[in-house]
């Protein structure tokens, strides 16, 4: 193989399918070759390099060209879009489709059209090798979309090196730009203990590229937020005894107590167990480099778990140190690039974005933050701090959230007024609501199933502080609902709007049972 061949496709135009089974040959290692596909008639500088084209690079270069700019991209994937949709959100969104599906399949096993499902394990590999087969599809698409409709000019399948903050080399040749936006992303933490490098522990990484046989009817979760409950209610829906190992308190990251209640709860029904203040302290040997068992230190002394299989989710490490050794930007305590906010590092012209400068390491920031990196190269002076964004997780269930939990709210205001649903019920939980599309099964044969939803008001002003929801469907609504909240929407305004019954989100309706009082009172 020569390290320097090169792929032209300046020239060309390559179909979505021509670019899936090209991707497809170089992920499969057929040959290293770069490809090239920069504008011949184009002889301006670059405004700006974008080493790294996942979300935050490629979401900074479509608005860079949008605006007149030019861009380039380099990547060390032979694929635009980064590690969203190759092994971090959207396989997290096919496990927890499964998940669904599967807890469906297994709370109504045996009754209705449903097949008993007690004691069948269903397989994980399948859906991994579902997921590595499809997502050659959206890489694909990006690069087709990226080079025939946004006109970028991108290097793929070589890793860049910077040489300076105007210079990057890549398959040996130098590229000079006015600015330099890293979008590096973050990899994973790895769990520090003996054993962590044998067959059979797994991160998100690993976990699609390699696993190659079907983990054992126990396996173990290490960690105790998003990745680690995702993953984890995944593996439990299978069938499988899933032992969550967390460090601390699982699900941390859910700011309303309640909620994370209900949602724990249905997690341990549903048979996920979850081991809190519990560290792994090691991983044991088959004696062929394989796993064969995990100790676990708990609150009650050392377990050992026999299992082949451990899926680690510790958080991720922004890939900072290229940008530190070479230009010797600032970087924080969690190797996170430090930039202010107009997405400027400590070097002049070098612009950090995404995953890169530490969290919220979700979408919605690596592309808005490549996106205003973008326009303040371009020499806009412009702000972006991510704050007060709406949130979600998946259990079995999609767990939404925005604004305050009750606890933070009842800190912070006088006249705190809850509308939830289910009601408070001195019987339990047993009650048919709420019902919406995709829970009405649960709502009519587990109605404590049927999930959860809490609106904080404050009494005072009227105004919404916080929405909550579990359930399905509701996802969509909060991305919206977050700016009228942010706009200040009251319960009168809410009460006023014309709900589509039966919709997930019960907030319309119950708000305006609710606003012709003066004095609002809980519901
Ligand atoms: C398991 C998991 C599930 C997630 N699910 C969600 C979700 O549901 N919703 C959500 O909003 N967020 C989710 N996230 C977070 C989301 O994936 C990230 O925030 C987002 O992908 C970050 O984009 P980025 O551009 O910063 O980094 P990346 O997409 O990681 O891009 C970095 C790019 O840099 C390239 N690169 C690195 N080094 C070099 C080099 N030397 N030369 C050239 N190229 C290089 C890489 O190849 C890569 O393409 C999830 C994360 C994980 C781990
Ligand atoms: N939107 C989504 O659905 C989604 C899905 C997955 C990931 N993501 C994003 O991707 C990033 C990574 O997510 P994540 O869930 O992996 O990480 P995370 O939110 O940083 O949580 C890390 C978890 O690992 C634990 N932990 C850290 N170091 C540990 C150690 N040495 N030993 C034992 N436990 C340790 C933490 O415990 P403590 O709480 O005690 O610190 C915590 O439970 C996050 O920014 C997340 O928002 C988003």
């Known amino acids: 193989m020569n390290e320097l061949s090169v792929i032209d496709v300046t020239d060309q135009r390559p179909t979505i399918e021509e670019w899936g089974h090209r991707i497809e040959r170089l992920l499969d290692g057929e040959s290293n070759a770069a490809i090239f596909n920069l504008r011949a008639d184009d002889d301006r500088e670059f405004d700006a390099i974008f080493l790294g084209g996942g979300a935050s690079g490629r979401f900074g270069s479509a608005y860079m060209r949008a605006m007149g700019g030019r861009q380039l991209i380099i990547d060390q994937w032979p694929f635009l879009g980064g590690s969203c949709p190759h092994n971090a959100c959207v396989p997290h969104h096919l496990f ?3 998940a669904a599906e599967l807890m469906l399949q297994r709370t109504f096993g045996g009754s209705l059209w449903f097949p008993p499902m007690d004691g069948v394990i269903t397989s994980i590999k399948e859906v991994v090798d579902l997921f590595r087969r499809g997502r050659i599809g959206p890489h694909a698409i990006m690069n087709y979309q990226s080079k025939e409709q946004l006109d970028l000019e991108y ?24 600015n330099l936006i890293l979008c590096l992303g973050a990899r994973p933490q790895i769990l520090d203990v003996p054993g962590k490098d044998l067959k059979g522990v797994y991160t998100n990484v690993n976990l699609v590229e390699t696993l190659d046989y079907e983990p054992s009817a126990t396996v173990v979760v290490v960690g105790g937020s998003k990745t680690a409950v995702e993953y984890g209610s995944f593996f439990s829906a299978t069938g499988r005894r899933t032992i969550m190992a967390v460090r601390s308190e699982c699900l941390k990251i859910v700011p309303d107590g309640e909620i994370r209640g209900y949602v724990r709860d249905r997690m341990e029904e549903q048979g996920l167990e979850i081991w809190e203040r519990s560290q792994v302290v090691r991983i044991e040997d088959d004696g062929e480099g394989r796993v064969a068992g995990v100790i676990i230190r708990t609150p009650k002394g050392e377990e050992r778990v026999e299992t082949n299989f451990v899926f680690v989710a510790l958080g991720e490490i922004p890939n900072s140190e290229m940008a530190a050794d070479v230009l010797g930007v600032e970087i924080g305590p969690k190797n996170e690039v430090i930039v202010d906010s107009q997405l400027r590092t ?42 007060d964004f709406p949130d979600f997780l998946h259990t079995h269930y999609e767990v939404s959230w925005l604004g305050l939990g009750e606890e933070e709210a009842r800190a912070k205001y006088s006249n705190i007024v809850i509308i939830k649903m289910p009601p408070n019920n001195p019987n339990g939980l047993d009650v048919a609501l709420p019902a919406s599309d995709r829970t009405m099964l649960y709502a009519f044969a587990k109605p404590h199933m049927s999930g959860y939803q809490k609106l904080i008001i404050d009494g005072d002003t009227r105004r919404v502080l916080g929405a909550h929801h579990v359930g399905y469907g509701a996802k969509d609504a909060f991305q919206y609902l977050n700016v009228l909240v942010k706009q200040g929407l009251t319960i009168d305004q809410l009460g006023e709007m014309d709900e589509l019954f039966l919709n997930p989100t019960h907030f319309i309706q119950l708000s305006r049972l609710r606003a012709g009082r003066q004095d609002l009172v809980d519901l």
């Open 96 to 98: 927890s489709d499964c």
């Open 155 to 178: 290097i793929l399948n070589v890793p860049g090196r910077i040489i300076d903050a105007h210079t990057v080399e890549a398959a040996g040749r130098t590229f000079r730009a006015r």
């Open 346 to 387: 400590s070097v002049p012209n070098v612009y950090a974005v995404g995953d890169l400068i530490g969290g919220p390491m979700e979408m919605f920031k690596a592309r808005k933050s490549g996106m205003y990196a973008a326009r303040n190269a371009m020499g806009a002076t412009i702000h972006y701090e991510p704050k």
